[in-house]
């Protein structure tokens, strides 16, 4: 009976460490998604003068930026703390911000998207790293899946609400729309600094005792030391499934739109996939619990593949149907190999070997961009979303011999803290 009650105590201390180091990241994820500009920004661009084709190098140059600037960035957060790499990201891109909504001149934008996409590299796989390291120092990982979910769903509904806000805002001034997202940065800035404490790449805690002595110097050799080839599999498939994803929500408004559907439509049912996404991620610690992530990352790709065949039928009302029935089952998939890759690498470098795996998924997406709209311009826009189907169910392929041969994805290494709480 005092074993029982000794174990009660032990998993309530967790849980209740667990949450004191969750809720100052609630509270950013809430403000730091609070970009007023990102539905409008186009309409912004177009109304200074910038014509679809400098729109589009802008926006080129923003993901071509972020992914090439993720490796570094990576590093320096690994050696100056990841807190403090992710308020000089954030301040970096609020600055960016303030300057896009003061001046009109392309090049200062150009100047302007690179500092930005330098910014977001820097908060990319940052702030991930110090909420896992954080519960990691607390014995309270086997929160994290739970943790991310909320995380997630707070950062993606208040990315929707955001977009609602920002048309409205727009009424009284482009000014408004953009200092008012600056400020929000700087208000999660302020969170970050106040509540949460700095994790460096030295303090390593996973490293510490036995696991100690791999004394990995660099992130290069730490990468070799823990990629598998189940590891490197995942995240292939696991970029493969973003660069399905983040295209099709962007192309199906135009989808949409081609299939018939009036503006507005197009707006509620974008707004309306936003909260989907943002809400199904709730449901994926029990989706760990009860089926894992070797069997949800092919279920995910086999959604994918049907929500983009479903759209190739030319059917308003059936591609409607499928992206808000199917659109948020990846993002159950997205925490869960979260978690795992996570668990994979080791404390000293989990910043930098996080940033790679974000340039393998930038890459991927920045091609997966192209290859749609090549396909929608050869093919049409229902036929050509049809015909990239193929990129899922080769993902899916390629990760079969995984699932099938149960191959292991991580190297083992242990978290002293959970094994004392254990």
């Excluded at 029982?4 to 209740?16: H, K």
């Excluded at 920045?366 to 990239?388: N, Q, R």
């Excluded at 990760?399 to 709480?421: C, H, M, S, Y």
Aim: hydrophobic content about 55%; overall charge neutral.
């Amino acid at each position: 009976m005092t074993g029982t009650t000794e174990a009660l105590g032990g998993s309530a201390a967790v849980d209740d460490a667990a949450r004191s180091v969750a809720r100052p990241f609630y509270v950013y994820a809430v403000l730091a998604n609070s970009l007023f500009q990102r539905g409008v920004f186009v309409l912004f661009l177009q109304q200074r003068g910038f014509s679809a084709g400098q729109v589009a190098l802008l926006q080129t140059l923003l993901y071509l930026v972020s992914g090439l600037a993720e490796l570094p960035t990576g590093v320096i957060a690994d050696r100056i703390g990841r807190r403090a790499g992710i308020v000089i990201g954030q301040l970096v891109v609020a600055g960016c911000l303030l300057g896009q909504g003061m001046f009109a001149n392309y090049w200062v934008f150009l100047a302007l998207f690179i500092g930005q996409g330098v910014g977001m590299a820097c908060v990319s796989g940052s702030d991930t790293a110090l909420l896992y390291d954080l519960l990691v120092r607390r014995g309270a990982t086997a929160g994290y899946v739970r943790i991310r979910s909320r995380f997630t769903m707070l950062g993606t509904v208040t990315s929707g609400v955001a977009i609602v806000v920002g048309g409205q805002l727009q009424e009284i001034s482009w000014g408004v729309v953009y200092a008012g997202s600056a400020a929000c940065l700087v208000l999660a800035v302020v969170v970050l600094m106040s509540r949460v404490p700095e994790i460096r790449g030295a303090d390593a805690v996973d490293e510490q005792d036995g696991a100690a002595g791999h004394g990995d110097t660099t992130a290069w050799r730490a990468m070799l030391r823990v990629a598998t080839p189940a590891l490197v599999t995942l995240v292939v498939v696991s970029g493969l499934m973003h660069a399905t994803l983040t295209p099709y929500i962007i192309f199906t408004q135009k989808t949409l739109s081609d299939q018939g559907a009036g503006t507005a439509l197009v707006s509620v049912v974008i707004s309306a996939g936003f909260f989907v996404g943002g809400l199904t991620p709730l449901l994926s610690d029990r989706a760990d619990r009860r089926i894992g992530y070797r069997v949800i990352v092919p279920v995910s790709l086999l959604t994918l593949a049907a929500a983009l065949g479903l759209s190739g039928l030319g059917l308003v009302w059936v591609t409607i149907a499928a992206f808000l029935v199917l659109v948020g089952i990846p993002e159950i998939t997205a925490v869960l190999v979260d978690n795992v890759f996570n668990e994979a690498v080791p404390s000293r470098h989990r910043a930098s070997l996080l940033s790679m795996i974000a340039f393998v998924e930038s890459a991927l997406i920045g091609i997966g961009y192209l290859v749609v709209g090549a396909l929608m311009d050869g093919l049409g826009s229902s036929a050509g979303m049809a015909a990239y189907a193929a990129v899922p169910l080769l993902a899916c392929l390629l990760w079969l011999p995984v699932l099938f041969r149960g191959a292991r994805v991580t190297t083992g290494i242990e978290n002293p803290a959970d094994q004392k709480t254990a």
